[in-house]
């Protein structure tokens, strides 16, 4: 991934982000060390961002939409008050096999409930209102994973998007991953059933509030 910032910013602002704890930097370090395409993990910025939003919010139901290794899920899992729960998915058993060897081995794992399988049965299998979700899978998959979501978070609820930015890319789509991506971003500009703002962490991340 291309990276918005220059490298040396990119670093200044990892610097002065609160570390992440122990558990979490071995987890990044043993996903650098065994995964294929291993910068899918978000890292410490957009991590912490994540925990300090579900610090914000309180909330009592948080969806991820791609888990990976379960850095993103642990890290919103943190901040996670008692009788809080995060249900994340992912359709790739390998990277489920490290995430929920990754929950066992944390004190918020057991907040977390990962569903193998693609994310939209996840999706519409929900019954409870959802407080904070983070999608951060397939790209072309994301407005499907935007329209279930949005129906079922509350009116002040938050839906976060993440790789909005592309790389650039979205300023002259020419993929197909790109062409959803900018194509979701001017329907968030204008969709009436909630606020947004584009943000430029990392590779572009939505923060989307419900109304
Ligand atoms: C960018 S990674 C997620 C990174 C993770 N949030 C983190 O911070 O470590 C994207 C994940 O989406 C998963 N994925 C792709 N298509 C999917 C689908 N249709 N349903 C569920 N997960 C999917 C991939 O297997 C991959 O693990």
């Not at 961002?49 to 610090?55: D, M, P």
């Not at 790109?178 to 590779?203: F, P, T, Y």
């Amino acid at each position: 991934m291309l990276t918005l910032l220059s490298p040396e910013l990119e670093d200044y602002a990892f610097r002065h982000t609160r570390p992440e704890p122990r558990e979490l930097a071995e987890l990044e370090a043993r996903t650098y060390a065994s995964m294929q395409d291993p910068q899918m993990l978000t890292g410490r910025v957009e991590g912490r961002f994540l925990k300090l939003l579900a610090r914000m919010l309180r909330p009592k139901l948080v969806v991820e939409v791609g888990t990976f290794t379960g850095y993103s899920a642990l890290s919103m899992a943190e901040a996670l008050e008692d009788g809080a729960r995060l249900i994340t998915c992912d359709i790739d058993p390998d990277a489920a096999e490290v995430a929920r060897a990754a929950f066992a081995a944390s004190p918020h794992g057991k907040k977390v409930e990962l569903r193998l399988g693609p994310a939209i049965d996840t999706l519409r299998a929900l019954t409870e209102p959802v407080d904070l979700s983070f999608i951060d899978a397939d790209k072309t998959g994301y407005d499907a994973y935007y329209e279930e979501l949005v129906q079922r978070t509350r009116s002040g609820g938050v839906i976060v998007l993440d790789n909005m930015l592309q790389s650039g890319r979205v300023l002259a789509p020419s993929t197909d991953a790109s062409r959803a991506i900018h194509a979701l971003n001017e329907k968030l500009a204008r969709d009436e059933r909630v606020e947004n703002v584009l943000l430029a962490i990392r590779d572009g991340v939505q923060l989307v509030v419900k109304r």
